[in-house]
């Protein structure tokens, strides 16, 4: 590891405002979101974009360096004592509306950005640790059926009509925002009972990862009713609401009217870098984890954050994740920037009737 490496701390800034907004809630229960949407996206406009890939030396060194895990491990306990922090502040001040308006926005990009973010690479990994930490952190935004959909279907399917978490050609955000939670919640039930056929596993068992979830979450909710007023515990849903409609803005960025080509069969040609959108702006990347070296990571789902690639041939975002994000909440502005950027065929390939498969 190197000192350049440290750059990666810089992912608690967007924690680290959250808690200062539960601290100070009158002057700062709006420093996440301004940091996030605002001062991030600025500073991106006169940060350059860095594309150098690691050394293979470099790589080696970095693939098992406890570091980068301790860094996602952390959040574990940073996310929970944020929430628990921010609803205790509810429950027992006097909080005006606005404060805590600012508070619920805060707390759900935390839990989007630490939560979610980094459920989603730990969620990659076969250990059984890191399985759990992952499960765990996507608990709060009501999203432990993320890992299953997003490792056995998102990953198959991407860039096809049938991948829910791909954005088509002239969707809004708040279509696929619907269309995305929705039919991805589908899709791991019907995942999971396949994985438990092809086993010869019974539904209620202990391997019906489905099920755990849906227990586990049912108990979540119902210790929030246990422990605070149904207010309080109404905004913490609400909290878990803005994390998960975090991430579904940037699974829409991520893969907006991208699409594979069919074989005559039917079967779609394999997943190539051109099939998400990239961003290299050094702070969204830092922020996510290098999330947005995100056709390095289809190519290789198990590679770890640290050492994901850029490659010239993907197609890049103008802007960073937090400024696509928010054109993005513009559809009209959205479409004409991004429209022409798609290649030719893949706009193409909007308009036809997919193949069945043989």
């Not at 438990?196 to 049912?218: D, E, G, P, V, Y």
């Not at 905004?235 to 699974?251: K, Q, R």
Request: net charge positive; charged share 15%; glycine share 4%.
């Amino acid at each position: 590891m190197r000192f350049v490496d440290l750059k990666y701390l810089t992912a608690y800034l967007i924690p680290l405002c959250a808690i200062l907004g539960v601290f100070y809630p009158a002057q700062l229960s709006y420093l996440t979101p301004i940091l996030t949407f605002g001062v991030v996206p600025v500073l991106e406009l006169f940060t350059p974009q860095l594309t150098q890939n690691l050394s293979k030396t470099d790589k080696s060194s970095k693939a098992t360096h406890p570091f980068f895990d301790w860094l996602l491990y952390f959040n574990l306990p940073l996310v929970y004592f944020i929430l628990g922090f921010a609803l205790f502040s509810i429950e027992f001040n006097e909080l005006t509306s606005t404060q805590i308006i600012g508070l619920v926005i805060s707390v759900g990009i935390v839990l989007g950005s630490n939560g979610i973010n980094v459920a989603h690479e730990l969620g990659h990994r076969e250990n059984k640790w890191s399985q759990l930490v992952a499960k765990l952190l996507l608990l709060p935004s009501h999203y432990t059926h993320f890992t299953t959909e997003h490792n056995f279907g998102h990953h198959a399917k991407v860039s096809t009509p049938e991948d829910p978490a791909t954005a088509r050609l002239n969707q809004s955000v708040f279509s696929f925002w619907f269309t995305s939670s929705t039919r991805q919640y589908k899709n791991a039930w019907r995942l999971q009972k396949h994985l438990l056929n092809s086993k010869n596993q019974k539904f209620w068992s202990l391997h019906n990862s489905m099920l755990i979830n849906t227990i586990l979450q049912f108990v979540y909710i119902s210790l929030l009713f246990i422990i605070f007023s149904w207010q309080t515990a109404a905004l913490a849903i609400g909290m878990g609401m803005v994390g998960f409609l975090l991430l579904e803005s940037i699974n829409y960025i991520e893969h907006y009217g991208l699409l594979r080509k069919q074989r005559k069969s039917g079967r779609y040609y394999p997943v190539k870098e051109i099939h998400s959108w990239n961003s290299n702006h050094l702070l969204g990347r830092i922020l996510l984890y290098e999330l947005t070296r995100h056709s390095d990571h289809h190519y290789r789902a198990s590679k770890k954050y640290q050492l994901l690639d850029y490659y010239s041939t993907s197609p890049e975002l103008p802007y960073g994740y937090p400024t696509s994000i928010l054109i993005a909440f513009f559809p009209p502005l959205w479409f004409a920037l991004m429209n022409p950027k798609i290649p030719k065929d893949m706009r193409e390939l909007a308009t036809q009737e997919p193949l069945k498969a043989a």
